[in-house]
T-cell receptor, first 109, second 116 residues
Framework: AQKITQTQPGMFVQEKEAVTLDCTYD???????LFWYKQPSSGEMIFLIY??????QNATEGRYSLNFQKARKSANLVISASQLGDSAMYFC??????FGKGTSLLVTP | SAVISQKPSRDICQRGTSLTIQCQVD?????MFWYRQQPGQSLTLIAT?????????ESGFVIDKFPISRPNLTFSTLTVSNMSPEDSSIYLC?????????????FGDGTRLSIL
């Protein structure tokens, strides 16, 4: 099974700056995927972005992009031009339905 | 993407009682997933509910404590039995948006459960 590790319990970023949230994984499967979800304080889980192991390019979705480094087994989420509404918990998840511990992001004015 | 309705949205229960959580999806799906999110923690998969067969439980979760029903392809229930304060959590159901492990999950809004 794919093990997901998020080592940043909390992060701060100033509005309009970029921030990188770390995610590393461990799997022996040649085919796998990584997902990122956002959980605001209201509690809902929102899918942000997906990266497949065979994808040729790093995934991008609007202000979200993935810095996918297969050799390092990392799939870090980059949020550009942070907004106050980006303040939330961010979870990295594997294709086996398992989640990392999450990173709490606070965007400050 | 699938629209998932989960209810109740929250409840406060006495220890020793049981509560059944309902999850309704607006489209037919093969598998539905039940998660627990303890306060300040990440999501932990409880079980996968398959229509027409027994649910598949993850390590640490048993059917006697968390019985699951899956009567059709759009509906599932999770019962939290003989509740104790340690069961105070958010319970979420989810489905994949399509077939295959590369499909993201979509979640209901969750059931916030507090046990007194």
């Amino acid at each position: 099974a794919q093990k997901i590790t998020q080592t940043q319990p909390g992060m701060f970023v100033q509005e309009k700056e970029a921030v990188t949230l770390d995610c590393t994984y461990d799997t022996s499967d040649p085919s796998y995927g990584l997902f990122w979800y956002k959980q605001p304080s209201s509690g809902e889980m929102i899918f942000l972005i997906y990266q497949g192991s065979y994808d040729q390019q790093n995934a991008t979705e609007g202000r979200y992009s993935l810095n996918f480094q297969k050799a390092r087994k990392s799939a870090n989420l980059v949020i550009s031009a942070s907004q106050l509404g980006d303040s939330a918990m961010y979870f990295c998840a594997g294709y086996a339905l398992n989640f990392g511990k999450g990173t709490s992001l606070l965007v400050t004015p | 993407s699938a629209v998932i309705s989960q209810k109740p949205s929250r409840d406060i229960c006495q220890r020793g009682t049981s509560l059944t959580i309902q999850c309704q999806v607006d489209s037919q799906v093969t598998m539905m997933f039940w998660y627990r999110q303890q306060p300040g923690q990440s999501l932990t998969l409880i079980a996968t509910a398959n229509q027409g067969s027994e649910a598949t439980y993850e390590s640490g979760f048993v059917i006697d404590k968390f019985p699951i029903s899956r009567p059709n392809l759009t509906f599932s229930t999770l019962t939290v039995s003989n509740m104790s304060p340690e069961d105070s959590s958010i319970y979420l159901c989810s489905v994949r948006s399509g077939r295959g492990g590369n499909q993201p999950q979509h979640f209901g809004d969750g059931t916030r459960l507090s046990i007194l």
